[in-house]
């Protein structure tokens, strides 16, 4: 099983995946690649991998990526081997990835993946976000904003909804569905059940 998180830049991604990392044990976060230079507090290796044009261009002709994408000028992708490392540890990766790798990987996992749009409660409220969280030049704002009613375009691709309204009702609502889908029947091994349709034997009652 795979987690997929998308939704507008300043929806609260980030905030909200904190959030549910530290509740939900099994869930670790799928560190991306980016060109993007690091925002204050950002921790190479942590929140990203900081990479330069040139080494995003060799891991791309050496096919490291399960997908890329460019994303408000820079590019992103998340690279094969951290996917398989977390899940050969046995736990389950969470991506937080823009509409255009999102659609990427809902095409390639099918049933394995869990896909989350979370949205911001309004259109006020995200661009009071963008301007609060203050990283961004104000340029940078606003192509956000454009990019946003386009991202929300795709939600239709994604299984589950989520309003990021209250942090805290949003992280409830994600690890109900993360509960929910590890008891789906297809998660489990086939068991040995009797045909469909086949009566029990009366011989078995008392
Ligand atoms: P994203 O990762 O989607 O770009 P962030 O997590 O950086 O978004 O959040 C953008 C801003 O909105 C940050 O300043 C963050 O503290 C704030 N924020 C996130 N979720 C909420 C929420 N539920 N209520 C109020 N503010 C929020
Ligand atoms: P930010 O610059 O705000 O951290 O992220 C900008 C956008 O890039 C967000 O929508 C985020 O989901 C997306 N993003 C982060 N990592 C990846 C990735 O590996 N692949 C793709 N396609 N998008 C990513």
């Known amino acids: 099983m795979l987690v997929l998180i998308s939704g507008p830049s300043g929806a609260g991604k980030s905030s909200f995946l904190r959030e549910l990392l530290t509740r939900e044990e099994r869930l ?12 204050a507090g950002e ?6 991998r900081f990479v330069t ?8 002709a050496a096919d490291a990526f399960v997908e890329w994408a460019t994303v408000h ?17 046995g736990q389950i990766p969470v991506l937080d990835v823009d509409v255009q790798g999102g659609v ?8 394995e993946l869990v ?7 309004s259109w006020a409220e995200l661009e009071r976000r963008l301007r609060h969280r203050s990283s961004d030049a104000e ?11 386009w991202e929300v375009g795709f939600a239709d691709r994604y299984r589950y909804w989520i309003v990021n309204d209250d942090l805290d ?21 086939t068991l040995p059940l009797p045909p469909p349709g086949s009566p029990p034997d009366p011989g078995d009652n008392p």
């Open 169 to 189: 009702e949003a992280v409830a609502s994600m690890r109900a569905i993360v509960v929910a889908e590890r008891c789906r029947r297809e998660r489990y091994a």
């Open 53 to 60: 044009d040139t080494e995003f261009d060799r891991l791309v």
């Open 139 to 149: 340029s940078a704002i606003g192509r956000r904003l454009a990019n946003a009613r």
């Open 73 to 89: 000028d820079n590019r992103y992708g998340t690279l094969k081997e951290e996917l398989d490392r977390t899940i050969n540890a």
């Open 28 to 39: 670790t976060f799928s560190v991306s690649v980016t060109t993007r230079p690091p925002r």
């Open 43 to 48: 921790v190479d290796g942590t929140d990203y």
């Open 104 to 111: 990427q990987v809902i095409d390639l996992f099918g049933d």
């Open 115 to 121: 896909s989350v749009f979370l949205f911001p409660p």
